[in-house]
């Protein structure tokens, strides 16, 4: 599927660029056609301006023809009066080889068409007509010079453009790549998603099964005495519940339905409240678990998934600490708001931290599995920091400990 996206991509932009390309060469083409035409019909009226100099008062044409030595053009050209009666009167050429037969043709043509100015595609001519004094002057151009010059600018854009047209595929290969690995990265993920939610699902499933059969097999004995089995599919069922909790809260940031917080939370109030209660939590790990919270720290954002974002890094923070370490739980007041947990455990490895973030990573999965996490919490922190406009980062050293920061935008006061 994504090799079929990048050759769509590489087929569309080299449409859109051989068009664009394309586009500009005709519109150059026709303004260069239309600059050979006024061209001609500059020669045109100096043709008759000549011819009027030349030829007054009018003679008869004796069927040779008068070569002007004033005007010299590049463009084969010829002057004729004829009068009222389509009488052919006299004849300049100006560079151009002609005949009495041609003239006359010419002439002739020129009148049954009519009107000022016009072509004679038959004869390969321009003309252009001026009344005077009762008769009518014609100049006529050759049109093979303009002609040429329309075909070999033409030629020469479609030349362009073929030899343009593989540098642009070209482009857009490169830029394909380029553009569809984001698609190619998103595509593996949402597979691994997939294959890791399926993963994690089917142990809890697994469990319920498995306690659901052993229930089925006693269906005389009272639920007191099976309340081993009971309490096992509660404790799965929880599980599952919280694990499809998580999932439907991550697919919906992914899809765009969550919008950014417009609520005033006051943040102080919201890291006192997560730090009590974890209070138990750290004395029963037998760990010391302190707090440097500035008061008054107010963001916009969703108190509640503050609250989760909270709880997610002091529940970390404890569960990796090690027994007799020290949490500490720190807000400060800056251009917004930095919530940072430290914890003094074993520093996480330095090829660990770059995937902490990703869904359903587990630094060390055996303690995680141990602890009942599925890998989904840091994942979790990180979406509603990026909801709130912030953003989440780890630093972990030997002889430093790990700590969480988070940084928050400023409450913005109307």
């Not at 586009?23 to 050979?36: D, F, H, M």
């Not at 690995?181 to 993920?189: K, T």
């Not at 406009?389 to 790990?402: C, F, L, N, P, W």
């Amino acid at each position: 599927m994504l090799k079929k996206l990048r050759w769509k991509f590489i087929l569309v932009i080299t449409a859109l660029l051989g068009g664009m390309l394309a586009a500009a060469l005709a519109v150059q083409t026709i303004s260069a056609a239309r600059q050979y035409q006024e061209e001609t019909e500059r020669v045109l009226r100096a043709v008759l301006d000549q011819g009027e100099a030349a030829l007054d008062p009018l003679r008869p044409f004796a069927g040779g023809f008068s070569q002007d030595e004033e005007l010299r053009t590049g463009i084969p050209a010829f002057y004729a009066v004829s009068d009222s009666w389509g009488r052919v009167g006299v004849a300049l050429s100006f560079n151009a080889s002609l005949d009495e037969e041609t003239v006359f043709r010419a002439v002739e043509g020129a009148l049954a068409a009519g009107g000022e100015s016009g072509r004679l595609d038959e004869m390969g001519l321009r003309f252009l007509a001026r009344s005077r004094g009762g008769r009518l002057e014609l100049a006529f151009a050759d049109l093979s010079w303009e002609r040429g010059a329309v075909r070999r600018q033409a030629l020469t854009a479609m030349l362009i453009l073929a030899a343009a047209l593989p540098g642009f595929f070209g482009v857009s290969a490169l830029l394909s790549r380029r553009l569809v690995r984001p698609v190619e990265e998103s595509w593996r993920r949402q597979q691994q998603f997939v294959a890791d939610a399926s993963h994690e699902l089917k142990t809890p499933l697994t469990v319920l099964l498995a306690d659901t059969e052993i229930l089925l097999s006693h269906p005389g004995d009272t639920i007191e005495s099976q309340r081993r089995w009971v309490e096992h599919l509660r404790e799965e069922g929880l599980r599952m519940k919280g694990l499809v909790e998580d999932l439907l809260f991550l697919a919906r940031g992914d899809a765009g339905d969550r919008g950014r917080p417009r609520e005033r939370t006051d943040l102080s109030q919201v890291c006192e409240g997560c730090v009590m209660s974890f209070e138990p939590v750290a004395f029963e790990a037998g760990l010391t678990l302190e707090s440097s919270v500035a008061p008054g720290v107010e963001v916009m954002g969703d108190g509640e998934e503050l609250r989760r974002l909270c709880a997610i890094l002091v529940d970390n923070a404890c569960k990796y600490c090690g027994p007799g370490g020290t949490v500490t739980v720190r807000l400060e007041r800056g251009e917004g708001a930095a919530l940072t947990v430290h914890n003094t455990g074993e520093p996480i490895p330095a090829e660990a931290q770059a995937h902490l973030f990703e869904r359903f990573y587990r630094a060390d999965a055996a303690r995680t599995r141990e602890t009942g996490g599925y890998g989904l919490g840091l994942s979790i922190a990180a979406a509603i920091a990026e909801r709130h406009g912030g953003k989440i980062a780890v630093r972990s050293a030997a002889g430093e400990g790990t700590a969480f920061t988070v940084t928050l935008p400023p409450e913005k006061r109307g």
